[in-house]
T-cell receptor
Framework: DQQVKQNSPSLSVQEGRISILNCDYTNSMFDYFLWYKKYPAEGPTFLISISSIKDKNEDGRFTVFLNKSAKHLSLHIVPSQPGDSAVYFC?????????FGTGTRLQVTL | DAGVIQSPRHEVTEMGQEVTLRCKPI?????LFWYRQTMMRGLELLIYFNNNVPIDDSGMPEDRFSAKMPNASFSTLKIQPSEPRDSAVYFC???????????????FGPGTRLTVL
């Protein structure tokens, strides 16, 4: 049973536009959420996180939004750049372990 | 710092053979994690260690899998005997435990791609 779901396996966005990656979770005990980015043949790297006491966290071009009532979070990338092309994993923690989604492959086109 | 080091990067073996994956965490980190990545299930936590002690191995799929951390700078994940369904990319990650191992950034190694024929 996937407790963290990324229902879009892939997304294509034009350079300069906004990329929105979505993530849904089912476990109400999750209280900390992270996004990781992964390039081919490399391990995932941490991108941004958010605690459940917040509904938004921003870091440069990256913003994560959390809607606890909907058990939904999203990652916004503005503006999108070709170097952002990668697989993005959403992860959630309730303190005991980190549960990852299956990832969304983002392709930023010229 | 060289980051988390994993070896080998690729492993091809035949069903029934023993496979050992190795990991060197970042110096100074006291939490170490083993993950498995598959298309169907994404990244799954197999086991994690804190200060070389296994804390949670509930993600280890079955008794064929075992992990050790004999010291702060080395860990192994062993599969014996290996089966085709074990084919996946295995990642090792480390972090600095500060109030909870899942509140801090985890640094991942490049992974070992395992193929069991």
């Amino acid at each position: 049973d996937q407790q963290v779901k990324q229902n879009s396996p892939s997304l294509s966005v034009q350079e300069g536009r906004i990329s929105i990656l979505n993530c849904d979770y089912t476990n109400s005990m999750f209280d900390y959420f992270l996004w990781y980015k992964k390039y081919p043949a490399e391990g995932p790297t941490f991108l941004i996180s958010i605690s459940s006491i917040k509904d938004k966290n921003e870091d440069g071009r990256f913003t994560v939004f959390l809607n606890k009532s909907a058990k939904h979070l999203s990652l916004h990338i503005v503006p999108s750049q070709p170097g952002d092309s990668a697989v993005y994993f959403c992860a959630a923690s309730g303190g005991s372990k980190l549960t990852f989604g299956t990832g969304t492959r983002l392709q930023v086109t010229l | 710092d060289a980051g988390v080091i994993q070896s080998p990067r690729h492993e091809v073996t035949e069903m029934g053979q023993e496979v050992t994956l190795r990991c060197k965490p970042i110096s100074g980190h006291n939490s170490l994690f083993w993950y498995r990545q598959t298309m169907m299930r994404g990244l799954e936590l197999l086991i994690y260690f804190n200060n070389n002690v296994p804390i949670d191995d509930s993600g280890m799929p079955e008794d064929r899998f075992s992990a050790k951390m004999p010291n702060a700078s080395f860990s192994t994940l062993k599969i014996q005997p290996s089966e085709p369904r074990d084919s996946a990319v295995y990642f090792c990650a480390s972090s600095l435990y500060a109030g909870g191992p899942f509140r801090n950034e985890q640094f991942f190694g490049p992974g070992t791609r395992l193929t069991v024929l």
